[in-house]
């Protein structure tokens, strides 16, 4: 419907007859074509102008490379896609960024967007490149970049010089741990798009179209005062028989992306676990036989994930059970998994949901906020599921839909600060891998303690209903007021009532608008806004990519008071 059209009072009546199921999952997916429409903005990268001068250059998109290097039919995890929302700089940070399968080896891909100015590299760009970085060094996978790239964005520099340094830096240490590094260089990189090649285990570059040098002719001309052309300066034919950083010369883009799945294939890769989990559906003959050593079968969620639109309120206040989630994202009844979820302290600190279960056909330990506020019995019953997921060596889900934990003098006495401690004590020296989800709301030190960006979960999404602050809007605004009401007090001085509900409103408007999911993905604080429908199948690539990686869980937790 456009803004001209109105409904008729037939559609209206419709609109207002909506069950509450049906009025929350059009909430929703009024969320996702808001997500949608910013993904695009990231696809359409430099505008239809420079997508089609690159096209006609007989050059491919980013996405469209990455396409044909993964394998066939298997699936793109793309991160931080909508990096650099709300600056000046294009959604997206010039850089595609994920997790593909190449010759059926999860690999961390990054691509350049050469229609972002050239693929030149500004603040954001650095901040998505160092996060693809840290997941590929904690999940033990080789990294793929295809670099097309104009080095700094110079007007910039002051803020990408000093940092950018770590990007080389990785990439040497990614070496040393034996986690191969690959660079296919389809066209000018230059400057700092020059050392991405040169410090790869290997490079690939394209014939009569790469170009690599730590100078253009420009440059050489004003330093040295050296006349040379390009090809002669840095191209790649003279990498490839005469400086020798080329290790394989490309006649065409698809060369090289050949050669490049020819260089994983041969990397002898093997992940950490080699346990193969199979759908139920898809299990046949032996394969589907329990008895067959390294296979597990794995069963559908009890209920569709598709009905998790239906699920979640309009209102971040109204509560929801997390079970409800949880049997929509988790295994169903198998040979392997004789109830979907084992709930741990059902009777105790409810309003914290912690169980036991499946994804995927791979164990997890699942902490999931029920009624929002974090007691001292949820906090104590945290700390001892966390320690117990260690003791087994099992991955932890943490869903988040928390206001924070309880205040007020009762809870105060009775330890509320301890407690809370202990959980963040527990989240923070916890040694398996941790992935958050923030499904709701995930306020104040709750954020913290349900594992929070600033702890290092391998992996973190959000939901596009989520929201994420110091604390709700109201909360702080009102907070705010009784402050300024105090001091006027203090003062002998009268109150304005007018400008304290002005305050109030833009302060509630502020934090609103700072706390929704498009601000805090741009920021980088998630790996990405998700369809709450994909979670299922995006948790179960993670957990496969953390099997790459040999993880044990610890002992050893500090004091905890």
């Known amino acids: 419907m456009t803004a001209t059209e109105t409904e008729s009072p037939e559609a209206t009546e419709a609109v207002e007859a909506l069950t509450p199921e049906a009025e929350r999952r059009r909430h929703l997916l009024g969320k996702l074509a808001d997500v949608d429409a910013e993904h695009a903005k990231a696809v359409a990268g430099g505008g239809e102008k420079y997508v089609a001068r690159h096209h006609e250059r007989g050059k491919l998109l980013p996405r469209e490379r990455i396409e044909l290097l993964i394998d066939e039919g298997s699936a793109f995890l793309e991160l931080s896609p909508l990096a650099g929302w709300g600056t000046d700089f294009t959604v997206g940070a010039s850089v595609v960024c994920g997790i593909g399968v190449v010759e059926g080896v999860e690999c961390m891909i990054t691509a350049n967007d050469p229609t972002v100015k050239g693929g030149a590299s500004n603040p954001w760009t650095l901040k998505k490149i160092f996060r693809a970085s840290q997941i590929a060094e904690e999940n033990g996978l080789p990294t793929v970049s295809l670099v097309e790239s104009a080095g700094a964005d110079l007007p910039t520099q002051k803020e990408i010089f000093i940092p950018g340094g770590k990007l080389f830096r990785d990439l040497t240490r990614a070496s040393a741990r034996k986690q191969p590094t690959i660079a296919l260089v389809f066209g000018s990189s230059t400057a700092g798009g020059a050392y991405v090649p040169g410090l790869s285990d290997y490079t690939v570059m394209v014939k009569e179209r790469a170009q690599v040098f730590l100078a253009g002719p420009p440059l050489v001309k004003m330093a040295t005062g050296e006349e040379s052309d390009e ?331």
């Open 231 to 561: 090809e002669t300066l840095g191209g790649a034919e003279m990498h490839a028989r005469t400086s020798g950083l080329a290790d394989y010369l490309a006649e065409d883009e698809l060369d090289a992306i050949r050669i490049g799945r020819r260089i994983i294939a041969r990397l002898n890769w093997r992940k950490a676990s080699e346990t193969a989990y199979v759908p139920a559906a898809l299990a046949t003959g032996s394969a589907g036989d329990m008895g067959v050593p390294g296979v597990v079968t794995y069963a559908e969620p009890e209920h569709d994930p598709e009905t998790l639109l239906d699920l979640i309120p309009t209102d971040l206040k109204e509560p929801f059970d997390p079970r409800e989630v949880i049997v929509r994202l988790v295994d169903g009844v198998s040979a392997t998994n004789e109830v979907p979820f084992d709930e741990f302290k059902p009777l105790y600190g409810s309003s914290l949901v912690t169980g036991w279960a499946r994804l995927h056909g791979r164990p997890i330990g699942i902490l999931a906020n029920a009624q929002g506020v974090l007691f001292s019995e949820e906090a104590q019953k945290a700390t001892q599921f966390i320690q117990l997921a260690n003791q087994k060596n099992t991955p932890l889900l943490f869903l988040h839909n928390t206001t924070g934990y309880m205040v007020g003098a009762e809870y105060e006495q009775g330890g509320i600060i301890r407690h809370g401690s202990a959980m963040i004590n527990a989240v923070s020296n916890s040694k398996v891998p941790h992935i958050s989800v923030l499904i709701g709301a995930s306020y104040g030190a709750g954020n913290y303690g349900m594992n929070g960006r600033a702890y290092d979960p391998r992996f973190l999404f959000t939901w596009p209903n989520a929201k994420s602050a110091v604390m709700g809007p109201q909360q702080l605004a009102g907070v705010l007021s009784i402050v300024s009401r105090a001091a006027a007090e203090a003062k002998g001085k009268p109150y304005d009532e007018e400008a304290d509900a002005g305050m109030r409103a833009m302060v509630e408007s502020m934090i609103e608008e700072q706390s929704l999911p498009f601000v805090l993905s741009g920021m980088l604080y998630d790996d990405g806004v998700i369809d709450p429908r994909d979670t299922r199948t995006i948790l179960g690539i993670c957990l496969s990519v953390i099997d790459n990686a040999p993880f044990e869980g610890t002992d050893r937790f500090g004091v905890f008071r």
